[in-house]
């Protein structure tokens, strides 16, 4: 028996402002131990946190700021990148909805063509070789019009469709994958999962530019390992295998 029913338990916890819904649920399940999937909800953040040591830019009360919790004590601390596949899986199958060209771009944004919706920052706490403690924080792009921070490329879902949509349905629907992906995930059907984000990887097919620490390079991508490297072939048919933040795409 898996722990959820067809229709998993989603528990929102919506508050005006925090300074970072990773922060707030962190602290959160070290004083509660609320139960997985407890989800905390934020119209605002004051100090929202990226990837690399980045800030997260958000309108206030305009896209989806949230952060989830799942306890996968059954997995392997080496095969914690499938909590990233599952995570970003379902965030890109809950935007197909809206039309084409979403994509995951490796290791876990989220991109529109050549440019970015969301991105996850994900927190592993481990016990010996396992996953103890899993706090996936995603900011999604609803429906804000500007973007004025120096971050790249940012798109929201309302400049690509040119409707706005009620945040919190698009989160119900996203925790729901995320639930349905977990127990397939406990279940150990991870093939299918694996096989999905190859498949909804961006820049999937041709050859591309990058960036590493040697300069400048083309590339066509291999895959991802089951570690969550990236598997790239250059020019000279040389295989080059990334950890995150050792290569860069290049736009
Ligand atoms: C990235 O740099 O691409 C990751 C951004 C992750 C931002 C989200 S917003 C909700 C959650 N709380 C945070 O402080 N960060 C994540």
């Not at 961006?202 to 895959?223: K, N």
């Amino acid at each position: 028996m898996t722990p959820f029913s067809k229709i998993p338990p989603v528990n929102i916890i919506r508050i005006a402002e925090t300074d970072s819904t990773n922060r707030y649920l962190t602290i959160l399940c070290a004083e509660q131990q609320p139960p997985e999937l407890t989800t905390v909800l934020a119209d605002y953040q004051t100090s929202g946190r990226g990837q690399r040591g980045n800030s997260w830019e958000a309108e206030r009360g305009k896209n989806l700021l949230f952060s989830t919790v799942l306890r996968p004590s059954f997995l392997e601390a080496k095969r914690q990148f499938l909590l990233s596949q599952i995570v970003s899986l379902s965030i890109k199958e809950e935007l197909d909805n809206y039309g084409k060209g979403f994509s995951i771009k490796w290791p876990n944004d989220i991109y529109w063509y050549e440019k970015k919706i969301c991105g996850m920052l994900i927190e592993n706490d481990l016990i010996g070789n396992y996953i103890s403690q899993s706090i996936s924080g995603i900011g999604l792009n609803i429906n804000q019009d500007r973007f004025y921070s120096t971050a790249p490329n940012p798109v929201s879902l309302k400049q690509i469709t040119g409707k706005s949509q009620e945040p919190e349905l698009i989160l119900r629907s996203v925790l729901n994958r995320i639930a349905t992906y977990y127990v397939e995930l406990r279940a150990e059907k991870t093939t299918e999962i694996t096989k999905r984000y190859h498949r909804s990887l961006f820049r999937r097919d041709g050859m591309h530019p990058y960036i590493d620490s040697s300069g400048q390079f083309t590339a066509e991508l291999i895959g991802v390992a089951p570690e969550g490297n990236l598997i790239l072939r250059d020019e000279s048919g040389a295989e080059r295998r990334y950890a995150f933040k050792e290569v860069s795409y290049l736009f």
